[in-house]
């Protein structure tokens, strides 16, 4: 175990073992699906001035808006009704101990209509949660997964090399006929510690994700879960996060002989409730590489102090590592009419962005989006419509150990970088029935004959091919439009476990594609986190 780790460990101990006696436990919200996040129409509400971009929510400050037990979906009041649709299907409590254990699967079938062949999704794992006396919350979980993808899923996984499975690691393929099946695990846990009021810690290997809107152009849950260690910090109108995680990146093998390289990052967002309608937060994070051929860097000390200024830092130090800032907002207007943003920033020079020159440095994102809840007063009837721009070269560098990236995907939006995307949704539910489509339409660039035209995050920046005359969508212009409709049934409420039928429609277009899919998929499964497959 190297110096770092034991620190890390050693610091963490010490927050548990000396405060422990100030206040109650704390644990993060189960629900991170978006389509089955039932309390958000809540947390939204500009009366409450909650701090909607951070993500996970924490539960104890959800719990003080609204509980699960007060959504009115309660079913059946019979015991064996209860365990099916509203309650953990084992659950203890004594004194200060509780646990709970449930089980997570999603059993789904889909067909191309265009072709015979079937894909399928065969999940089946566990989740424990615990309360560990007054004050530390466990949670942990399991998923074992085979999946074979029939349709523009698997070429996705060729892109994305090493058999990546979109958000889920590592896949190992098995089976002579093509497209292949794949096996895969995928885990996630945390221990989280509150030693009041004011300040939480969590100490996990799982996702977080920063900002309003269905993407995030700062810090997303895209890519595969990661160590991170985080401290929550609330006081006044103002909500302080620190996040320090490492990374893996699999395209470089590491040069004393680890299978693959690491990378770490330190991450400051401050989120200031300005008024009850208006929400401004605070971004910037540092990437840097383990190791290099000097030896082992590790975690660098220069940015574990939580409440210095990164950039600075990063300059004094005369390092090569990654820099990103970005700023989020909100306005609620009449309640519940929200409208939000970001922007982020690589890099850039003022002189170059007034040219107006296309010059390859100049590295920048935004985002704006609107949603509300219970359209033209009719209840749970919500719609979401967002607008996100990246330009060449975002979130790259001149080495893959620190890019803005991690196991071989973006931290940020699927796309990568050289595009814009549209994209919108209307959700609707009666009790437990649930209905979402959307539809989204994304312009972008694809690099060509091996050439670096800004699209790639994993192709060194000094290989640019211009150094001016830049533009989004430049090299291989490709047209998306993904589209779906859905249908489902909420079982249980406690792991959103949920039967559904839903209708996929893909169509890409450019100068050497032209594919138009569609896809139908049914099956039962706890919807608990976000997986993407809109690329």
Same mark, same amino acid.
């Given at each position: ?419 814009? #995307? +549209?994209? !919108?949704?209307?959700?609707? @539910?009666?009790?437990? =029935?649930? &209905?979402?489509? /959307?539809? *989204? ?66 169509? #890409? +277009?450019? !100068?050497?594609?032209?594919? @138009?899919?569609?896809? =139908?998929? &049914?099956?039962? /499964?706890? *919807? ?8």
């Amino acid at each position: 175990m190297n110096k770092s780790v034991k620190l890390s460990i050693g610091i963490f101990s010490f927050f548990i073992f000396h405060f422990s006696f100030l206040s109650a436990q704390e644990s993060n919200s189960l629900y991170q699906n978006q389509s089955f996040r039932h309390f958000d129409r809540y947390v939204y509400k500009s009366s409450e001035r909650f701090h909607t971009s951070v993500k996970p929510f924490l539960n104890s400050q959800v719990y003080n808006i609204v509980t699960t037990d007060s959504l009115n979906l309660k079913l059946v009041n019979s015991k064996a009704g209860d365990i099916i649709f509203n309650r953990s299907l084992i659950q203890f409590e004594k004194d200060d101990f509780s646990f709970t254990i449930d089980p997570l699967f999603n059993f789904e079938i889909g067909k191309d209509l265009d072709s015979s062949n079937m894909s399928y999704i065969n999940t089946r794992g566990v989740l424990v949660n615990a309360k560990l006396g007054k004050y530390v919350s466990v949670s942990t979980s399991f998923y074992e997964n085979q999946a074979r993808f029939n349709d523009y899923r698997h070429a996705r996984i060729q892109k994305l090399g090493r058999k990546v499975m979109p958000g889920q690691g590592y896949g190992k393929a098995f089976g002579d006929s093509l497209p292949q099946t794949y096996d895969y695990g995928f885990a996630e846990g945390y221990v989280s510690f509150t030693p009041s009021e004011h300040f939480n810690f969590t100490f996990g290997h799982g996702k977080n994700f920063i900002g309003d809107g269905y993407r995030s152009l700062l810090l997303s849950d895209n890519s595969f879960n990661y160590p991170y260690f985080r401290i929550t910090t609330d006081f006044w109108n103002i909500k302080y996060v620190n996040i320090w995680s490492q990374y893996q990146d699999l395209t470089v093998k590491h040069p004393y002989g680890i299978p693959f390289d690491k990378k770490w990052s330190s991450m400051h967002y401050l989120d200031w409730s300005v008024t009850d309608w208006l929400n401004i937060g605070f971004f910037e994070a540092i990437i840097w590489q383990h190791a290099d051929s000097t030896g082992v860097r590790g975690f660098d000390f220069n940015y574990a102090n939580p409440v210095i200024f990164l950039r600075p830092v990063e300059f004094s130090v005369s390092s090569p590592d990654n820099a990103i800032m970005g700023i989020n907002g909100k306005l609620t207007l009449f309640n519940n009419h929200i409208l939000y943003g970001q922007a982020v920033i690589d890099e850039f020079k003022f002189s170059e962005l007034k040219a107006r020159n296309g010059w390859w440095a100049n590295k920048w994102g935004i985002q704006a989006g609107y949603k509300t809840y219970d359209l033209f007063e009719i209840e749970h009837l919500d719609i979401q419509t967002e607008f996100n721009y990246v330009r060449p070269f975002m979130y790259s560098h001149n080495s893959t150990l620190r890019n803005y990236a991690h196991y071989n995907q973006p931290l940020a939006h699927p796309l990568g970088s050289n595009f814009w #995307e +549209s994209v !919108s949704f209307v959700r609707y @539910n009666k009790d437990r =029935i649930f &209905f979402e489509g /959307r539809i *989204s339409y994304a312009k972008h660039g694809r690099d060509t004959a091996n050439l670096n035209f800004g699209n790639d995050l994993y192709k060194d920046y000094d290989t640019h091919e211009k150094e001016y005359d830049n533009y989004l969508g430049q090299a291989e212009e490709v047209n998306l439009i993904y589209a779906t409709a859905q249908v489902a049934y909420l079982v249980n409420k406690r792991t959103n476990l949920n039967v559904y039928l839903k209708y996929t429609l893909r169509k #890409e +277009s450019s !100068s050497s594609i032209n594919t @138009n899919q569609g896809l =139908i998929t &049914f099956g039962i /499964r706890t *919807s608990l986190q976000n997986f993407y497959y809109d690329f």
